[in-house]
């Protein structure tokens, strides 16, 4: 199979995800396997795929410099073609005859005749001068200092904004940029080995922190996750950490009664089961979304009997089993800026409007957890995200709205005393923010309460 074909997947794929809202990490893999392209021309078509995707808000600037119009007033399928075009030229650096010619073919394939003169002439202008010029021309171009960050690292605005206000909070602002470049970098295969019921590899790279963790040097893992029946599987070190933290707040007892609020897709949760069977604890994993209990179910599988799978409303089991429970793990629902490096497109389609909303569905859900714990029972609360609406102000609101319920707990001490190297953390050590940048985790955020 040639380079082309890998470029028409990712044209097909790009094209996709703006004509049908598709998500590219569940497309791509179909369309990978529907073209039987070998190895190195599936990772070209990934990297041409994820990365357009991840830095097209970059190219859209550059193309409107080179076209001297706004992307608004340009076509789709023309706009996808050129955004694969500058991926090539400005950051793979593919000889410019090929990176033009395949792009152009792409509009032949897809627009009228003008258009492919049109794009023929943008990208030869955009193949004209060096990556570094279009970079300053783009940067001269810049309306302020957010617009400049989000042109340059290919953010929107009010993404750039929510994430330098989150690392102010930890007088990090300096951070800023390695973030934003972070959030554009391929993240890492992880794995992690569900302890009780699967091993690390002997011959595999340990995770710097989580003791459960792995790193997978390259290609699909989906052979190992296979042969183990789900007892290795794929996750963020940030979340097998959310997920320890909880378990390490205090040694488990027999006969303890842990909820996952929110447990879809089941990361977390089968985490917590092998903890469960380790330790002779019943979990309930609930989750309101049904294919996503389906998921925690196939994640939970390889540890046994100890969960109960429950699918309700989150909110109203506070309600119906008050004071129910040792521990609630509730990983709520939120915009996700956390694991933006995981799925490229997500930052084009979340908007601030979202984040009001889902702050008060996480509020909700926060005192439905309050009211299912029994006094002297833990909370932990998590976000993939760093959005301090989400975080910081979160705890805080809980904390004025249950001040004879709720102490924190100092959620720093307990990750460093079972990470396996110690963690740079700032801030309030009742919480942990972890940071693509500096852990090379998501953005997780975890804060431990006890109940009075
Ligand atoms: C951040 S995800 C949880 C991720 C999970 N803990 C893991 O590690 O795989 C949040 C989940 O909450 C679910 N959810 C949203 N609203 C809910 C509600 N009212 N009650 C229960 N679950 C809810 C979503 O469907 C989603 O699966």
Known sequence: ?????????????LRAVDESDAYANLLLPARLERARLSSADAGLATELTYGTLRRRGYYDRVIELAARRPVSR??????????LGCHQLLTLRTPSHAAVNESVELVRSA??????????????????????VWRQRVADAARDDDDLLAS???????????????LAAEHREDELEALLEADNAAPRVNLAALPGVAVRPEDSEPDRYSPIGFVWPGGDP??????????????????????QILVAARPPAAGERWLDLCAGPGGKAAVLASAA????????ANEIVPARLELVRRAVAPVGTVVELTERDGTVIGAE?????DRVLLDAPCTGLGALRRRPEARWRKAPGDVPELTRLQASLIDSAVAALRPGGILCYVTCSPHLAETRVQVSDA??????????????????????????????????????????????????????
């Not at 040639?2 to 097909?12: E, I, P, Y």
């Not at 069977?277 to 309930?284: C, E, G, Q």
Request: proline share 5%; net charge negative; glycine share 6%.
């Open 277 to 284: 069977a380790a330790f002779d604890v019943r979990l309930v």
């Open 321 to 325: 089993e008050a004071a129910g429970y």
């Open 1 to 13: 199979m040639s380079g082309a074909s890998a470029r028409t997947v990712a044209f097909d794929v």
């Open 152 to 166: 340059l690292h290919s953010h929107p605005t009010w993404i750039v904004r929510a994430l330098r206000h989150a």
């Open 74 to 83: 340009i076509d789709e399928p023309v706009l996808d073609a050129l955004r």
């Open 111 to 132: 627009a009228s005749r003008s258009a492919v003169g049109f794009a023929n002439g943008v990208l030869r202008t955009i193949a004209r001068a060096r990556p570094e």
């Open 222 to 243: 989906a052979a190992i996750v296979e042969a183990t029946g789900g007892a290795i599987r794929v996750q963020d070190e940030g979340s097998q950490l959310a997920a």
């Open 399 to 452: 904390l004025r709205r249950h001040p004879l319920q709720l102490r924190e707990l100092p959620t720093q001490d307990v990750v460093q005393s079972f990470a396996e190297h110690p963690l740079d953390l700032a801030g309030d050590p009742a919480q942990v923010q972890l940071w693509p940048h500096r852990h090379g985790t998501d953005a997780m955020f975890v804060a431990l309460f006890e109940k009075m």
